[in-house]
């Protein structure tokens, strides 16, 4: 049994590859580091004794939004009868219990998949229903589709536990929201198997979907260069019924077009960065020439500055209208100054100077949604 890294089939890298087979693991996620953060103070919090929760250390730190998106998620888990019976039995829930790492192997003992599962709750007894109790947070503000993910651990788990049940917990904290399934060994190892299967069918073919951006392999696919190329030639086979999007009217239409949208910025993003780094090694592109961009003018030393302009009698107030200071830099700089968290110097920050913070204009970001949670 190995005990490092990601296996090949690692039941993350199940939800994209349920749409697309060719699917490479490794590209960048997104909320990643937030992510990692938050499970790490969740792990804490339930390790502590039930009610005592917002004694974690980490916990304290966080800003109020975050704190009430670890509470959801901490009640979420807490909540499940089987929860209640591990703290009835042992006071909190055991370590062994949370960021498990479970396994299914074949009848040879060989790993078919691994990995780490939030919270394991197996049955406490041979007296107690036999079904296997899962949850994982998410942290992302969108609600894609976990269940192949959630699907295969359950999988793992009822392989170690012997029982034929899973009961799944997706508990989105952004959104407030939880996923809930039910799932049989039968119909959980079908979706799961038929995704490996299809993964390992050297026939497969890559079909660009919502999780390119998750990919390792965007930026050389052709699938997703042949979208763009379609896209760009406006052929028919791009089903919409008009490129110009003013006059798209219809909420399916449009949202059709932001998906490929989507889609395409990456694309071309990923052909300009080629594109620039064959500049740059001495490629003459046709019907291209390389042109220097005019680099930003900053003075970093303020105070020189403001001495110079002072001695020639420039009013001090119009000089500060011209400097400007986000709250991020000032945090940054009183996280330095004085050894403090991030999240102290924000709390640190907002008790100095909140009052003075103007929040610019609130814009709006549209992010995909999965249709089948
Ligand atoms: S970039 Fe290509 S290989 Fe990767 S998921 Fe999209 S279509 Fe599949």
Redesign the pocket.
């Known amino acids: 049994m190995s005990n490092v890294g990601h296996h090949e089939f690692a039941p993350s890298s199940l939800v ?1 590859r349920y ?2 087979a ?3 693991p490794g590209g960048s996620s997104e909320y990643a580091d937030e992510g990692t953060r938050k499970h790490a103070i969740l792990a804490k919090m339930l390790s502590l004794p039930a009610g005592c929760q917002t004694e974690e250390e980490g916990y304290k730190e966080e800003t109020a939004a975050v704190r009430e998106e670890l509470d959801f998620c901490y009640d979420a888990v807490m909540e499940s009868a089987r929860a209640k019976k591990h703290v009835e039995r042992y006071g909190n829930l055991p370590s062994r219990f949370v960021e498990q790492r479970l396994y299914l192997q074949d009848d040879n003992f060989n790993d078919i998949l691994f990995g780490t599962l939030d919270v394991f709750l197996p049955p406490l007894d041979a007296d107690d229903d036999q079904f296997v109790d899962l949850t994982d947070w998410k942290f992302g503000n969108e609600l894609h589709d976990y269940r192949a993910q959630l699907f295969a651990y359950a999988i793992c788990a009822m392989q170690r536990t012997g029982t034929q049940e899973a009961r799944i917990r997706v508990v989105y904290g952004a959104r407030k929201h939880v996923a809930q399934f039910i799932v049989s060994w039968a119909e959980a190892s079908q979706l799961v198997f038929g995704i490996i299967r299809k993964c390992q069918d050297p026939g497969r073919s ?4 919502e ?2 951006t ?5 930026l050389e ?4 260069t042949s979208l763009a190329l379609k896209v760009a030639a406006e052929r028919e086979d791009w089903d919409i019924s008009t490129f110009h999007s003013s006059e798209i009217t219809e909420p399916e239409e449009m949202a059709k077009a932001l998906t490929l949208a989507k889609l395409l910025k990456k694309w071309i993003d990923a052909v300009e960065h080629h594109a620039k780094e064959m500049v740059l090694g001495g490629t003459d592109l046709p019907g291209f020439k390389a042109q220097k961009s005019g680099s930003k003018r900053t003075i970093p030393d303020i105070v020189a500055a403001f001495t110079e302009c002072n001695l020639v009698g420039l009013d001090p107030a119009l000089f500060v209208s011209g400097c400007s200071l986000s709250a991020a830099k000032l945090e940054a700089i009183f996280s330095e100054a004085e050894g403090l968290s991030k999240a102290k110097a924000k709390v640190r920050v907002e008790e100095l100077v909140g009052n003075l913070i103007v929040h610019g204009k609130e814009g709006i970001s549209l992010r995909a949604i999965s249709q089948k949670v």
Do not use: M, Q, S, V
């Open positions: 994209p749409y697309c060719c699917f490479k890559a079909i660009p979907n999780y390119c998750w990919c390792d392999g965007k696919c052709p699938a997703l």
